[in-house]
């Protein structure tokens, strides 16, 4: 099971979903921030992996912030997709987490973005050449070095680093900054990467 947060940030509902049902293996649980933090059916740590697609500003609420604080605790995997790495800006722990102090940005959208594979032997990237996908880029810091590198990019408007890796505690930690809307979603490469990337983070391969 992998809980997909959401709140905060508009996004394509329908082709969204559907990448995440097209994914094999994937077994979505589409929820907005308040649900994974009040947690009903007291299954937040069952899930094999939690993926951010969610854009909070402000800091987080007491409640929020003990959820969130409590993500890594248990071996599963933590994945932030996209705009997910922008949220909560200015707390320090989630910056930690991902691996950019300073998430200060901007953006720019329907940018043809070359991505290149910085580590062609790690089990997200075996076997991928570079491609081409049109995409909203970030202009912000790049990953931080202790962060392993996967994808990189050289795109004026964009950070360099497009997708990492990293360890919190016990878990598992995978950062795509690509993912931004239909035209996205539907590039083979990109569904590639964010399948395996799951997969990684939640220790499957």
């Keep these: 099971m992998t809980a997909v947060v959401t709140g905060n940030h508009p996004f394509e509902v329908i082709e969204f979903t559907n990448l995440f049902r097209s994914l094999p293996g994937i077994d979505p649980y589409p929820q907005n921030l ?54 909560f800006p200015k707390w320090s722990v989630w910056s930690d987490i991902i691996g950019i102090p300073n998430r200060s940005f901007s953006y720019s959208n329907g940018e043809t973005v070359h991505v290149e594979i910085a580590d062609p032997d790690h089990p997200i990237t075996k076997g991928l050449s570079s491609w081409d996908m049109v995409d909203e880029t970030y202009k912000m810091d790049a990953a931080r070095p202790d962060c392993h590198v996967l ?22 930690v995978f950062i795509l900054a690509s993912g931004h809307d239909k035209h996205t979603y539907a590039n083979p490469n990109f569904q590639t990467i964010l399948l395996r990337g799951i997969y990684w983070a939640a220790g499957r391969i």
């Design 151 to 172: 994808l990189t990019t050289d795109h004026p408007k964009s950070l360099r680093t497009l997708a990492w890796t990293r360890q919190h505690n016990k878990a598992r």
């Design 34 to 87: 308040e649900n994974w933090v009040d947690d009903m059916s007291h299954v937040r740590n069952k899930y094999e992996a939690v993926l951010f697609y969610n854009m909070h500003m402000d800091l987080p609420s007491e409640d929020a912030k003990a959820a969130l604080e409590a993500v890594g605790e248990v071996e599963q995997g933590i994945i932030f997709l996209h705009h997910g790495l922008l949220g």
